[in-house]
Nanobody, 115 residues
Framework: QVQLRESGGGLVQPGGSLRLSCAAS????????MGWYRQAPGKQRELVADITSGGSTNYVDSVKGRFTISRNNIQNMMYLQMNGLKPEDTAVYYCKAVLGLSNYWGQGTQVTVSS
């Protein structure tokens, strides 16, 4: 099993930046895929970005060029650098890890983009 804890959310003005962090309870070397998802009110949870153990990344079109996902396998951390934030980025952001055949989720962190 793995426990995940997100941090770094908050209120930011349009065009601003935030860096989300996801702390894992175990070594990331055994976690094949990690990702950031988000869920806005009244909408389904969607993939924002994911990253493999080898460092390959994937982004939803709406965040390409603005968001950057990264992971530090030694420090057991994953990050999402978010630049050029827009009001439509407002959501609860969740960290996910795939370990074997199981998916693990964090509790989420709120990101609100508003003037």
């Amino acid at each position: 099993q793995v426990q995940l804890r997100e941090s770094g959310g908050g209120l930011v003005q349009p065009g601003g930046s935030l860096r989300l962090s996801c702390a894992a309870s175990r070594n990331l070397f055994y976690i094949t895929n990690m990702g950031w998802y988000r869920q806005a009110p009244g909408k389904q949870r969607e993939l924002v970005a994911d990253i493999t153990s080898g460092g390959s990344t994937n982004y939803v079109d709406s965040v390409k060029g603005r968001f950057t996902i990264s992971r530090n396998n030694i420090q057991n951390m994953m990050y999402l650098q978010m630049n050029g934030l827009k009001p439509e980025d407002t959501a609860v952001y969740y960290c996910k890890a795939v370990l074997g055949l199981s998916n693990y989720w964090g509790q989420g962190t709120q990101v609100t983009v508003s003037s």
